[in-house]
């Protein structure tokens, strides 16, 4: 066997006899099977869960309706009551979140208070900031004499489908997949980078520390001992 076989085979049998390369390698897919198991579970309940949310309207903007289509959040509206004291109230009703819209001009920019027990979910907090921005829009419409539904009919909503052209024929493309793809890729190439090469970091240091590259430097030529710490711990993973 060559002098770089030797050095390969050393790295690779070294690492993979190792009790924490048994463990690593059982345990490590697990981990990660179960982290995104998790992440799905998670967002399938957080999908058909609604969250109550109570709303005290002085501005009038709002209605039964309002979130009517609404899977993610469940209004309930308050009256005679202030933002002062239904903050404190609002929890022990069973709410999870409490919003007030207090009297503003139409014309606007404004800015509305969401008190809530934990941080809101994204999906919640996108989903009340867009039942108030169709309110806003549907009342500003009405001010200039337009009515909303008409306005509904003239607005479009136009969709891109891309189609490669290639030699074997037109095919559907996909920017998200392909830029998920790529992502992926990359973040893999550079976790491979700082993984591995920490290891034969690690494997230089380790000889040193032994006294042993005098010997290795002597009986082998720097480029086959790095080629065969890179070929060798490569391998492993």
Not at 56 to 61: K, N, P
Not at 151 to 168: G, P, R
Request: hydrophobic share 40%; aromatic share 8%; with cysteine.
């Amino acid at each position: 066997m060559s002098k770089t076989g030797l050095i390969i085979s050393r790295e690779y049998f070294t690492r993979v006899k190792k009790k924490s390369f048994l463990l690593t390698t059982i345990l490590v897919p697990i981990v990660i099977i179960g982290f995104y198991a998790a992440i799905i579970a998670i967002s399938l309940k957080g999908g058909t869960d609604q969250t109550s949310v109570s709303v005290l309207d002085e501005s009038g903007i709002l209605n039964d309706s309002s979130a009517a289509n609404n899977k993610s959040i469940k209004l309930s509206f308050i009256k005679n009551e202030t933002e002062e004291s239904f903050t404190k109230k609002y929890k022990g009703q069973g709410y999870k979140a409490f919003l007030y819209i207090p009297k503003f001009n139409i014309d606007s920019a404004p800015k509305f208070i969401v008190h809530s027990q934990n941080s809101l979910s994204l999906g919640t907090s996108s989903a009340l900031e867009k039942m108030l921005n169709k309110a806003i829009e549907n009342k500003r419409l009405q001010a200039k004499g337009i009515d909303p539904a008409v306005f509904k009919t003239i607005t479009a909503n136009v969709q891109l489908e891309n189609t490669i052209d290639s030699k074997e024929g037109g095919k559907k493309g996909s920017a998200g997949v392909a830029y998920a793809v790529s992502f992926l890729c990359g973040f893999l190439i550079y976790m491979m980078m700082i993984i591995y090469g920490t290891q034969v970091m690690r494997g230089v240091m380790e000889e040193k520390t032994n006294r042993i590259a005098e010997v290795i430097v002597s009986s082998v030529k720097p480029f086959q001992l790095m080629l065969g710490k890179i070929i060798g711990i490569g391998a492993v993973g």
